[in-house]
C-alpha cells in the first residue's frame, strides 16, 4: 500500500543515496525554496518540500539514469506516483518527456537550477552569504554565462513562464526560501547575525 512519506523518512533517503555534501545542500535548498511556494501558495508544505528534497536521489550514484533510479528506488519505497511524477517531471526535456503539469511540479521545475545560481551568487560575496543576496545580484550573474556555467538559464526561463511569473519574482522567492535555511545550506556566510 502506497503511504505519503515523512520529512524525516525523505532525509533517511536522500542520506542513503547521497553522500555528496554539496547535492545535499543542494536538496536542502530545493526543499526550502519549494515550502516558500508552497505556504505562498496555500499548498502542502509538506508534500512540497518532500518531493524538493528527494529530486535528485539518484544524481550521486546515477547520474546517467536520473529519474530513472528515482522511480525504482521511491517505488520500491511504496511511494506515492504523484511524488515520484513530481520528481520526474524536475528533468523534463533533459532526462526525462514529463513535462510538468502541475503547480508543485513547475514550481520544482523552476527553482531547481535557480537555488544553484542563487548559492553561486552567495559563494562570491565577501560575507560568503545568502542573507544579503539581492535579487540585481543574481540577476548580473545571471548575464555572465560562464558563471555557474552549468546552471541551465533557458529551464529556469521557462520555468518562470510555466507559473506565469516575472524571473525577478521567482529570484526573489528562491532567495527568501534559501535565506530560511541559510545555517544548513552553509550560506550563513561570516556575519554577525
Known amino acids: 500500500m502506497k ?5 524525516e523518512e525523505a532525509f533517511e533517503l536522500l542520506k542513503k543515496h547521497t553522500k555528496s555534501e554539496s547535492l545535499i545542500r543542494h536538496a536542502l535548498a530545493v526543499e526550502a525554496v519549494m515550502r516558500y511556494y508552497a505556504i505562498k ?3 502542502d508544505e509538506e508534500k512540497w518540500g518532500i518531493i524538493g528534497l ?5 544524481w550521486d550514484q546515477y547520474p546517467e539514469e536520473h529519474c530513472k533510479k528515482t522511480r525504482e528506488i521511491l517505488e520500491s519505497e511504496n511511494w506515492p506516483e504523484e511524488y515520484i511524477r513530481a520528481v520526474e517531471s524536475h528533468a523534463w526535456l533533459s532526462c ?10 513547475k514550481t520544482l521545475y523552476a527553482v531547481d537550477e535557480l537555488t544553484g545560481l542563487v548559492t553561486t551568487t552567495a559563494l562570491i560575496r565577501p560575507s560568503k552569504s545568502v542573507l544579503d543576496v539581492k535579487v540585481k545580484s543574481v540577476q548580473k550573474n545571471w548575464k555572465n554565462k560562464r558563471f555557474a556555467a552549468g546552471v541551465d538559464r533557458n529551464v529556469i526561463a521557462r520555468g518562470a513562464e510555466m507559473l506565469n511569473m516575472e ?6 522567492g528562491c532567495i527568501e526560501g534559501m535565506q530560511s535555511v541559510a545555517d544548513e545550506l552553509g550560506l550563513k556566510g561570516n556575519q554577525l547575525t
Open 41 to 43: 501558495n496555500s499548498e
Open 96 to 105: 526525462t518527456e514529463v513535462e510538468p503539469r502541475s503547480l508543485l511540479e
Open 167 to 172: 524571473i525577478v519574482d521567482l529570484i526573489q
Open 3 to 7: 503511504h505519503s512519506p515523512n520529512r
Open 54 to 58: 528527494v529530486h535528485d536521489l539518484d
